[in-house]
């Protein structure tokens, strides 16, 4: 691991956690979920000090991966008891630190509640449990002609617990929403251990406060989620691709404005620029076009009857704009290839550097090329390399650092250049994070963009979930 | 109005608001609001004593009518440090009391709040302020070639402000969700009058807890909206009605089924029961077959290439699920009629009788004709006409109890009635209410379907919201 990884360039780390466990944790928590779940060994409480976000890193004291609800409030209530900081997650793929245990305490691993516990295509939903991959969802829907509709860039590792707990994004947000608009109901634990029924298998439900919407998004500060039961569509019929090269992003932008202008809402637009085609071709081989200053990747579903003419229609409606070249992928594999040129756009990256910190902000739509640009004259201001792709259409983009092994440095230059990025996104009217989340990394942000007033009331919604202040500290809601 | 009407079958009403306003309240208020904004007389205060439930009714102590934020955050302000009750409203078409000032004090009327501030094409949104109705939001959206697509029974005259408040449903739920999925961001006073602006532009945004949403559905209980921002879609190229008429419910709620299995999301799919059918076809002449048992409305909009080959595989479905008979609307005339005696069902059977009792339950999509028959049986072992239609799609379900004037307990009747109904729907996997809210009528019901752990949590929310507990007592949260 890279010195620079150990570091933390704006003192955002809270310090090593306090010592020894109080009392005998391991074998209170033993006791609880039994001796084989609970780690308390430096290799576990290592891997458990971080997740995917660089620079952040805590060790707990304790691992524990319980085996159904009744374990987790058990644990959950002993925590409050005690004063406790527990700090619930799936997969550990986070990109905001939200799952580093910054207080210490206990990390939960949700991972053994991995069970699909029903999919039903008359009610087109599914319930499951919080272990469950993103992948695992989809494909089990899949089998049965649905299709789950949320797609986190990280799916194939992510759990549907975390997607949940993040409100996780992805590719096709667009036309079908993120996972707020995929969940319908959650059973959850309370951090002094009551386990409560949000929702349910309905659309329509409006018995008391919306807490489902509440949970989902709240990163493992008010609860703890033990399953969850999400909408599934049928699955379309047809899915086509193309792309679009264009001399610059801004042209790009102005295609996808276009695009929308015409009456269309596709499920995919995403863009990577110079940067990212040219990484994503050499280490990817795709036989894309690295001279175009912006790739514009497009793709619908829908019935056979009309994916055809959209993508065609896409496509001319990009020509119009100012195309370099559009071709629409001829078959299946070819579709692939290019959805897979978006998605390798992070490791892509990641190989040219030692260091790489991938970020999120959104601003509306049409100022997508104007807040690039100020990311790219960031970039240069602080010497630093920063490539940018994302999600056009929803204009939520991934400004993506990386940074040299040599450079001493970058990482207190990377912090205060993303800093500007962040203040330039609310200045344009857009956020902070998109789809990734507060965490410990967003935190110092987030009044810039909420206001105090707003801050304080999460505070006192905080408080009314978890009295103790046991839950994921030192994240949203402290 | 008939005596029935007055009192309270079940002792859920408050008593007459406590005696006169503290101090001079009218003169407090009219020193914020202006003079002519306040009203006092006694037309007024018992105006706004009722919203649109039967049975519920209590007299506020002042009614006053805000023209900006600024004076909606003084009025509050004052309120909580008075300890005086504020209910908000706006058209008070709410079918549950949940704009009933049930503890007295203030009404706080938004209707002065009616401007649409912004609709953007470009960026598919539109922001109004609260007082805008429904409709005027629908139609400032069609001139721009785009469709707000939440469409509840009530959208004449129900104000944008109070379907957020409720998170209003709606005839196409089942393609394109309710209120709650079409809301992007809200400006919001807070009891102890703190002004926070919630979500904002953006499709995505995950800064901090989905306050968004929790207040879309808090029924007035948590925050006062002050503006509105929602998300648009390119208007549908085409629109297409039909309708099937089956023996019974039960074959009406298969082919709903089979319409499903066979990949179709359709926007409407409602239902008409016989004496609905019947109640309506005498109302309006539109040449509806009364000897059927169930009528169902199908509706789908989309692309000029699909829609028709959609509605006419629905056609096929329904013939092959056992429809007695199938007609495609022609012409848009022959649709707005169709659709037209789904709305009118409301006034079709109120017509019937002195005292008309909507109430609204889900339940799984395919639990809707056992659902039905549980009503019908209720009806008839408590002497009731009951008749029931609602959004088969989603399940959600609307049995109207009409009374005869002559009928002195008919009142007590039917709220035991609609007590069993709901419990019946909590049974069957559903809820007490899927669009309407709780307000009042619900609240003694809301244990029995989220638990008394919730209710616990719910009133916690509701006091990090408003400490003094000023807004909308003796609803949610209360």
């Given at each position: 691991?890279?010195?620079?990884?150990?570091?933390?360039?704006?003192?955002?780390?809270?310090?090593?956690?306090?010592?020894?466990?109080?009392g005998d944790l391991a074998g209170d928590l033993a006791a609880i979920v039994?001796?084989?779940?609970?780690?308390?060994?430096?290799?576990?409480?290592?891997?458990?000090a971080r997740d995917a976000t660089p620079l952040f890193h805590a060790r707990p004291q304790a691992v524990v991966l319980p085996g159904c609800t009744e374990e987790v409030a058990a644990v959950l209530r002993y925590a409050t008891e005690r004063g406790v900081p527990v700090v619930p997650r799936g997969a550990g793929s986070n990109l905001c630190a939200a799952t580093v245990p910054l207080r210490g305490g206990i990390v939960m691993?949700?991972?053994?509640?991995?069970?699909?516990?029903?999919?039903?295509?008359?009610?087109?939903?599914?319930?499951?449990?919080?272990?469950?991959?993103?992948?695992?969802?989809?494909?089990?829907?899949?089998?049965e002609g649905l299709l789950y509709a949320p797609d986190p860039g990280s799916r194939t590792v992510s759990t549907v617990g975390g997607n949940v707990a993040t409100c996780a994004g992805g590719l096709r947000g667009l036309k079908y929403g993120v996972t707020r608009n995929h969940v319908l109901g959650l059973e959850a634990v309370l951090p002094t251990g009551e386990v409560v029924r949000t929702g349910g298998r309905l659309?329509?439900?409006?018995?008391?406060?919306?807490?489902?919407?509440?949970?989902?998004?709240?990163?493992?500060?008010?609860?703890?989620?033990?399953?969850?039961?999400?909408?599934?569509?049928?699955?379309?019929?047809?899915?086509?691709?193309?792309?679009?090269?264009?001399?610059?992003?801004?042209?790009?932008?102005?295609?996808?404005?276009?695009?929308?202008?015409?009456?269309?809402v596709p499920a995919t637009l995403e863009f990577l620029d110079r940067k990212c085609v040219s990484a994503v071709e050499e280490f990817a081989g795709l036989g894309l076009r690295r001279d175009a200053g912006a790739l514009l990747l497009f793709g619908d579903d829908g019935s056979r009857r009309t994916v055809a003419g959209t993508l065609a229609r896409i496509g001319e409606v990009c020509q119009g704009a100012g195309a370099l070249e559009v071709t629409l992928a001829e078959d299946v594999a070819r579709a692939d290839a290019l959805l897979a040129a978006r998605r390798c756009s992070l490791p892509a990256l990641s190989r040219l550097g030692s260091l790489t910190i991938l970020e999120d902000a959104t601003v509306p739509r049409h100022r997508l090329a104007e807040m690039v640009d100020r990311i790219d004259e960031t970039a240069d201001r602080h010497d630093l390399r920063i490539?940018?792709?994302?999600?056009?259409?929803?204009?939520?983009?991934?400004p993506t650092c990386v940074l040299d092994p040599d450079d001493g440095e970058g990482a207190e230059r990377a912090h205060r250049a993303f800093a500007e990025i962040f203040a330039a996104a609310i200045a344009l009217d857009g956020t902070i994070t998109?789809?990734?989340?507060?965490?410990?990394?967003?935190?110092?942000?987030?009044?810039?963009?909420?206001g105090d007033d707003q801050v304080a009331l999460l505070r006192r919604i905080k408080k009314a979930f978890d009295p103790a202040g046991i839950l994921n500290p030192g994240k949203l809601g402290s």
């Open positions: 691991m890279h010195t620079h990884a150990e570091t933390d360039p704006a003192g955002r780390r809270a310090g090593d956690p306090a010592g020894s466990p109080p039994g001796r084989d779940h609970v780690r308390t060994d430096d290799g576990a409480l290592a891997a458990y691993v949700l991972t053994r509640l991995d069970r699909i516990l029903e999919v039903s295509p008359a009610e087109l939903l599914a319930r499951v449990q919080p272990g469950v991959t993103t992948t695992a969802l989809a494909d089990a829907a899949a089998r659309w329509k439900d409006v018995a008391g406060y919306d807490l489902t919407r509440l949970l989902t998004g709240s990163e493992g500060t008010l609860a703890v989620i033990t399953e969850a039961t999400v909408a599934l569509l049928p699955a379309p019929e047809e899915t086509g691709t193309g792309v679009a090269y264009f001399d610059s992003l801004a042209d790009a932008s102005r295609a996808v404005a276009a695009v929308i202008a015409d009456g269309i490539a940018t792709f994302g999600h056009a259409g929803d204009g939520n983009l991934h998109g789809e990734h989340g507060v965490g410990a990394a967003k935190l110092p942000y987030l009044a810039d963009r909420i």
